[in-house]
């Protein structure tokens, strides 16, 4: 028998009882912790879905889908912008048309080419198709001789503009069929050419307008007796028929040249 030892009335929970206790907190603690996923995940789902009214972007797996109604590349079903995009065109110095076409016919007493027309002074008793001139075509000149091989020239014709490349105007036009007049491979034994003077400006012309470029091409050296420079005149002018140029190309200090030239340009008109 135990001596000295008694029992309070106070029972403690056994071990056994607190353990469950625990256990059955740290349950209600996870099943309220997954509860609140389920729910975050569902809402966050509604919210941000494509097409929602959450205003997010699409997925990254609908960006890269294709639908049904977009041809797939390389079946032929391309966009029309697709086949209407440029054609990458380098674009040539001085292009002249392969082959040269004439189309106008010359009136009476008068030359014809493109939407312009003059009349061609006495002195320019020749005839025949200019060289030198580049982006024209239908092209019709008058020639009067120096010397020699040499010759003064008046011409007009339509501008005929490179394909694939956008025509920059009566402005620029007029500035490159002059330059390349210069750089063309039709001035003979002469040496040292430089090309001075040149100026641009706006012109009306018969009521049509347009820009006219002015130069003097001078020779270092020249095999001619009578001149070692050549003026140049080149007048671009939008007419019915499409912008059309007009040139002479002078023998500076032949005086009956130089005033047939000044003759010519006063009866430049365009075509009715």
Sequence with gaps: MHTGEQHTSTQRPSPGEGGRGAALLIGALAFAVVFLLIVGVTVAY????????GGAVA??????????????????????????APTDVEEERCWRPE???????NPSGTLRGG????????????????VGVSYADDLQGAQAQVEDTWYSTVFVG?????????????????????SCFYSANI??????????????????????????TTATINFAQ????????????VVVLETEQGPSVFG???????????????????????IA
């Design 158 to 178: 339509e501008i005929a503009w490179q394909p694939g490349i956008e025509y920059p105007g009566a402005e620029v036009a007029s500035q490159k069929i002059a």
């Design 46 to 53: 509604l919210v941000l879905r494509p097409g929602g009214n």
């Design 59 to 84: 997925s990254p797996s609908a960006e890269v889908s294709q639908s049904a109604d977009t041809p797939s590349p390389g079946t032929g079903e391309e966009t029309d912008t697709a086949s209407a």
């Design 99 to 105: 082959t040269p076409e004439r189309t106008s016919s």
């Design 222 to 233: 020249s095999p001619m007796e009578r001149t070692s420079a050549t003026r140049l005149v």
């Design 115 to 130: 939407g312009l027309q003059f009349i061609p002074p006495a002195v320019y008793d020749q005839r025949g198709t200019p």
């Design 248 to 270: 002479t190309e002078t023998a500076v200090g032949v005086e009956e040249h130089e005033d047939a030239a000044v003759e010519a340009y006063e009866s430049l008109t365009g």
């Design 187 to 212: 001035w003979g034994e002469t040496k040292g050419r430089s090309l001075d003077d040149e100026v641009t400006e706006p012109v009306t012309i018969a009521g049509l307008p347009g820009y006219r």
